[in-house]
């Protein structure tokens, strides 16, 4: 199973972007200056924006989705609960996990944008696909729920999951980095050989590294346990 | 600077709040009421009870530039000139002195290639950057950024830091996710479930946080070292 960026050019006018390059099964990071094609990435992947040259081979994936950087983009329910059963999934349960207990009968649009990112990152991670494609799925969320989207990921319900972000302080373990680097898309590699490479790596890993620690993943924990390592 | 009073505002129940000058850090769970509290110093809505003054005036009366988190809300206009420039324009500023005010904030923040941009062309973070050029370029009294750097990358925010601090506005409310950045300011204000539980210096804050997640990262690898 992949999803392959097959000698891929996306382009806004005079912006271009280029990609090619094979996501496999596992947890795949995306990161990118502001404005370097993230989205416009993501959404080519995801099929929903048409390249201007190159094609996306989809190999062994029947079930894919795009959960978009703004979570008012995908409401399609006026009550939560509607909101909830749009995704064909159990209602208390689903508020019990994204934190809203109680909250059924309250206007979808009416939660506060980090409420509405947590319910609709519940219900899309509640269904089972063959690849998922996150856009900033951090963005909004506080610290606690980052780490529990984190755990979700983790858990490995996916097969392959592709996640576009800058969050600098909460991530879940990851199989492999990417970087968007003056208009192409770069791989660094697997992790952990990827980290010292990493440019847009997170202050912590950054300084932890900085330090001759060898963290085994690109969680904080990783970088404190490698320290912790140095100095027993 | 800042004082609210018996503040009575939806889900928000402010006994006493006092927040001095400078840079101060809102932080706190999803839904623990940070936007209103920000709303409300903004003007932007009016507390159903209680009272709430900044400098000793009404909200309405302050000088604020707000930049909130979805990039969409933040612009009006066709082009970033256009919308670096706008606030100045009513503001009635002589036109002599509007190009070189907007040239010189779209430079420090490092956008200046993004000036004859239209605007629905940018990326959600690059619209991030031309609203925080548009509030600063009127030198406001208050300037609330909320979770602005959610849309940013490492170093787009730490371009906007850097910006804060070269044109400071003598109170600044910035509401973020991101500890680290909350670690740097002034003082910090953690609320939960509509309240100000802990504010003070950073280091007094994040002293009751520090067996969570909103404990900084960059403070829990440097006690490692």
């Given amino acids: 199973m992949y999803l392959k960026a097959d000698r891929l050019t996306l382009s806004h006018g005079e912006w271009n972007l280029r990609a090619d390059g094979v996501f496999g099964q596992g947890v795949h990071l995306v990161t990118g200056p502001v404005g370097s094609g993230k989205t416009t990435l993501a959404s080519a992947l995801a099929g929903i924006f048409e390249p201007a040259s190159g094609r996306i081979n989809r190999d062994g994936i029947l079930h ?115 970087e968007i680097e003056e208009g192409a898309l770069v791989c660094r590699g697997k992790v952990p050989e990827a980290i010292p490479a990493w440019k847009g790596a997170p202050r912590y890993l950054t300084r932890a590294t900085e330090e001759g620690a060898q963290p085994k993943n690109i969680r904080l924990q990783d970088a404190t346990e490698a320290l912790c390592r140095m100095h027993a | 600077m800042i004082y609210a009073q018996n503040l009575r505002h939806r889900l928000l129940d402010i006994e006493s709040l006092h927040i001095g000058g400078g840079h101060t850090a809102i932080i706190g769970p999803n839904g623990s009421g940070k936007t209103t509290f920000l709303k409300l110093c903004a003007g932007i809505e009016l507390p159903h009870h209680g009272t709430l003054t900044i400098s000793g005036k009404e909200p309405r009366a302050v000088h604020t530039g707000w930049v909130g988190e979805v990039p969409d809300n933040n612009l009006v206009f066709r082009t970033v000139y256009d919308e670096v420039a706008s606030g100045l324009r009513f503001r009635r500023t002589p036109v002599d002195d509007i190009e070189p005010a907007v040239l010189g904030v779209l430079s420090d923040m490092g956008i200046l290639h993004l000036c004859s941009r239209t605007s629905h062309t940018l990326s959600g973070g690059e619209k991030v950057l031309v609203a925080c050029a548009a509030a600063l370029a009127l030198s406001p009294e208050l300037l609330i950024l909320d979770e602005t750097d959610t849309h940013l990358d490492r170093k787009a925010a730490e371009i906007l830091e850097t910006i804060i601090r070269k044109r400071p506005a003598p109170c600044i409310l910035q509401c973020t996710q991101d500890m680290d950045t909350a670690a740097r300011a002034d003082r910090v204000v953690f609320f939960e479930g509509g309240r100000p539980r802990y504010a003070g210096t950073p280091k007094e804050v994040f002293f009751h946080l520090s067996e969570t997640e909103m404990y900084p990262s960059l403070w829990r690898i440097a006690e490692c070292i």
């Fill in chain 1, 64 to 178: 894919l989705t795009l959960s978009m950087q703004f979570p008012e983009y995908h409401v399609t329910g006026f009550l939560v609960k509607d909101e909830i059963r749009s995704w064909h999934l159990p209602v208390a349960e689903t508020l019990r996990q994204a934190g809203l207990d109680g909250r059924q009968n309250a206007k979808t649009l009416t939660l506060s944008r980090g409420e509405l990112k947590r319910l609709h990152l519940t219900c899309l991670l509640g269904n089972l696909w063959d690849a998922v494609i996150l856009d900033e799925p951090f963005a909004g969320l506080d610290c606690r729920e980052k780490k529990r989207v984190c755990a979700a990921i983790e858990e490995g319900n996916h097969p392959l999951i592709i996640i576009f972000t800058h969050e600098q302080a909460v991530l879940p373990a990851a199989d492999v980095i990417w």
